[in-house]
């Protein structure tokens, strides 16, 4: 044996500089539920002579609460757990014979541990929750969602913040405003004030330009919520010529030929 190891009960070996014991991994794997009867056998000898493994068993087992508390409980389809139990019960259990004496086994794995413990880490994302995955997807979906409003938001500030961009407080008949027009020669937004959410399947809002003799459909966007993000508009020189401008609210997803309700409209005022 190296003159840095000594052996600790249950025959495991202990490494004097670093303080860790070969049985970590069996003391992980034990917490998880997921070791072999050999293994488990070789392991309880060990365990009450080793406080080190005795603390990695009580913080694994901590750490597997703590997943487990965190996300919230669903009951499996009915079929899904008819097939698990059914499975369950059709695998044969062999009893492991208990020692007449603590033995001292080396503590050895038999099969790859890395593959051990992801099995053991999935089983803990089954057991703890499909919702855990569900949640991290949510999550990332939401990030990529703030992420997007925000990128949103700064170019609509770039558009108000352009000498050359004019700005449209577009009203309905009432006075009342309805949404803001931000153009600049490239690029525009519209600031949705109180225009309410249209149906993203069915409907579509029209920026129309009227400085021509008849509309001109320039550009369409939705607003999806109240309080959403500027909408980024598809704009070109032509369309920020305008000096007066309308929005309509029409049925299916393209622009008409006319507007067919007009919900708001204004003439342009330098930003």
Do not use: K
């Amino acid at each position: 044996m190296d003159r840095g190891e000594r052996r600790g009960d249950g025959g495991a070996a202990v490494t004097g500089e670093s303080g860790r014991c070969s049985g970590e991994e069996l003391a992980a794997g034990w917490a998880l539920r997921a070791l072999g009867p050999d293994e488990e056998v070789a392991f309880l000898a060990h365990l009450p002579g080793c406080a080190r493994c005795a603390r990695v068993v009580r913080e694994t087992e901590e750490v597997a609460a703590a997943i487990g508390g965190a996300l919230e409980q669903h009951d499996p389809p009915p079929r899904l757990r008819a097939r698990l139990l059914a499975a369950v019960e059709a695998e044969p259990v062999d009893a492991p014979a208990a020692p007449s004496a603590p033995v001292a086994v080396p503590l050895r794995p038999r099969r790859p541990w890395p593959r051990l413990l992801t099995a053991a880490a999935a089983a803990l994302v089954l057991l703890a929750g499909t919702g855990a995955a569900v949640r991290l997807s949510q999550l990332t979906d939401r990030v990529a969602e703030v992420d997007a409003r925000a990128a949103r938001y700064q170019r609509a500030l770039a558009v108000a913040t352009d000498p050359t961009a004019s700005r449209t407080v577009l009203r309905a008949q009432s006075g009342d405003t309805r949404a803001v027009l931000l153009s600049a020669d490239s690029d525009a937004a519209v600031l949705p004030v109180a225009l309410p959410p249209n149906d993203g399947a069915a409907q579509v809002y029209v920026v129309w330009g009227l400085s021509t003799p008849t509309p001109a459909p320039l550009a369409t966007f939705d607003v999806p919520g109240p309080g959403e993000a500027p909408e980024l508009l598809s704009w070109n020189p032509e369309a920020a010529a305008h000096d007066e401008y309308a929005i309509s609210l029409e049925p299916g997803r393209t622009a008409p030929s006319t507007p067919s309700d007009v919900v708001a409209s204004g003439l342009v005022a330098p930003a």
